[in-house]
C-alpha cells in the first residue's frame, strides 16, 4: 500500500525534465461544453544534447472533463525527433533518461520521453510511451537522431 501511495505521490508531483512547446493543433471532434477534442503537436529540446529537438503528437481529450483536467487522453502518440542545430553535448549523459514526463489523466497516466544512447551507431534513440501506475500501454513511437562521429557522445 505505501508503494502505491509513493507513486502516486511522485506522479502528480513530479516536475517534467523539459518543457513542451505547443506548435499547432487540430480539432478532431466537435464539443458543445467544454474544448473541443484535438490532436496537438508539441516541440521538446533536449536538455542534455543542444541541437536536437523532439517533436510530438497526440490526442487531447476536450469537453467538460478535459476542460478541467479530469479527462484521461487516449495513450497513442507520434514522435518525430531531428537535428535542429549543431549537436553537442557539454555534460555527460546518461545511456538511458527521461526527459519528459506529463500527466494525462488525473492522478494514474503519464505520457514519457526517454533518450537512449546507441554508442554502436553513434546515435540517440528517443521513446516515446504511456504508462500507468498499474498497468502501462503496450503504444510507443521511436525516433532515431545520429550524431556525427566527430562529435563525441559522454555517457555517465
Known sequence: MRRVVALVFC?????PAALAEEIGSVD???KFFGPDHKIV?????DPGVSGVTCY????KTGGIK???GLAEDKSEASIACRQVGPISIPKPIRA???IFSERTSLIFKRLRIVRMVDPKRHSLVYLTYSDRVIEGSPQNSVAVVPVDAAT???LR
Not at 41 to 45: G, H, R, S
Open 41 to 45: 503537436v508539441e516541440a521538446y529540446d
Open 96 to 98: 538511458q533518461e527521461e
Open 11 to 15: 506522479s502528480v508531483f513530479s516536475v
Open 56 to 59: 510530438m503528437s497526440r490526442a
Open 66 to 68: 478535459g476542460a478541467f
Open 152 to 154: 563525441p557522445i559522454p
Open 28 to 30: 478532431t471532434v466537435f
